[in-house]
């Protein structure tokens, strides 16, 4: 993750460089003032988008007392400040954490998932939601962010001419590859998101929520996924970062799983888990190609992973 961030700033450094070279000395910072104007407007703003588009409503111990008791004493074990508690009224199993920093964190689960998981599914899936709060993630994943930002505004004002006649053609030159390193960090991003996806999983283990749990839970969640109208799938495309699967890949996913579902209990037990441990996942080539364009990693490999940590 450090050598991700590291390589994600070391492209924006040489791509500011180039671009100081090409307009003068100073004259860069106008693009990087923008970026970071734009990265703030988006971190202030960016907890009432993520209210409105995921139908937010915030509940009271009295209102929901087991689900408070569940972050409550995660959170304790966490060493985190208990975060903000709501449930969103979508139609689709998932449970997503969100805020600007640590002291404003949120963790919000659908009535759906509620329905859906075991006490201790619930409890696993709510400890890799606070796994990200206290990782630090949010923050994270926004800084990344900014670095394909940056490159889109400096290659729509290069590719569409420089200061003069002569200058237009290093310009272009310098716009194309500003879009190229665009499509390059955003690719960098996803793969940062996927590193956390792993990371969250473990800290949930390390919270006391066993794996075979979680694995369970994340196998509920994609069948419930799978079971959920196109129509209401549709709704969420753009904040597909906010679940704890890709719901657009749920169909090809829910096929995958099966095969770990030994008994078709429509659960994995810790017995299922151990078998998946001396196993070897093989994915497709197109399995592995859109992995690559995703937030979240192959559901297969996400398992094999967890049963790593029985």
Known sequence: MYLLLGVMFAILYALLVAVGSYMGVGSFF??????FVMLFVQFMIGPKLVEWTMRVKYVTPQEEPELHKIVEELSRKAGIKKPRVAISSMNIPNAFA?????GDARVCVTRNIMNLLSEDELKAVIGHE???VKNRDVMVITLLSIVPMICWYIAMSFMYGGRDREGRGNAAFLGIAAFL???ITNLLVL???RIREYYADLGSVKL???PHYLASALYKIVYGSAKTPQSELQKVQGARAFFLNDPARAM????????I???LSGTIDLNELMDMKNKEVKLSSTDKLMEIFTTHPNMLKRIKHLSTLT
């Not at 090809?252 to 095969?259: D, K, S």
């Open 191 to 193: 793969y940062g998101s």
């Open 252 to 259: 090809n996913e829910i096929q995958e799983l099966q095969v």
């Open 181 to 183: 390193l665009y499509f």
């Open 208 to 210: 006391g929520n066993q």
């Open 98 to 102: 969100f805020g600007r920093w640590g």
């Open 30 to 35: 106008s693009y990087l003032i923008l970026g």
């Open 130 to 132: 606070l796994s990200h």
């Open 261 to 263: 579902d030994a008994n």
